[in-house]
């Protein structure tokens, strides 16, 4: 079983930067699509973006695209989701999570079965 575990949230103001990672433990998580999702309050969960198991491939939500990024080290088990010119609109709670049913799939999903504890966000105007 994968756990993982979200950090590097924070207050920001707007324009700031931040960085966040996703630690799994448990054992590797190098064959799985990841994800990133966030949740503001009040608010349906929001798709962010995924990263593929190679780290070839990536796919961002409009909202975000050309701001955020993700990226992995399969070496380290760590995915990050560096996150540009924040908006105060990006506040939220980040989670990160992993499809662990689908080892090595060349098919993104929006299904994850294995979630983190989440990081909040806060992006002050």
């Known amino acids: 079983q994968v756990q993982l575990v979200e950090s590097g949230g924070g207050l920001v103001q707007a324009g700031g930067s931040l960085r966040l990672s996703c630690a799994a433990s448990?054992?590797?998580?190098?064959?799985?699509?990841m994800a990133w999702f966030r949740q503001a309050p009040g608010k349906e969960r929001e798709f962010v973006g995924i990263?593929?198991?190679?780290?070839?491939?990536?796919w961002y939500a409009d909202s975000v695209k050309d701001r955020f990024t993700i990226s992995r080290d399969n070496a380290k088990n760590t995915v990050y989701l560096q996150m540009n010119s924040l908006k105060p609109e990006d506040t939220a709670v980040y989670y990160c999570?992993?499809?662990?049913?689908?080892?090595?799939?060349?098919?993104?999903?929006?299904?994850?079965?294995?979630w983190g504890q989440g990081t909040q966000v806060t992006v002050s105007s």
């Open positions: 990263i593929k198991w190679s780290g070839s491939w990536t």
């Open positions: 999570a992993a499809d662990t049913r689908r080892k090595y799939s060349n098919i993104p999903t929006y299904d994850y079965d294995v």
């Open positions: 448990g054992r590797s998580f190098s064959g799985y699509f």
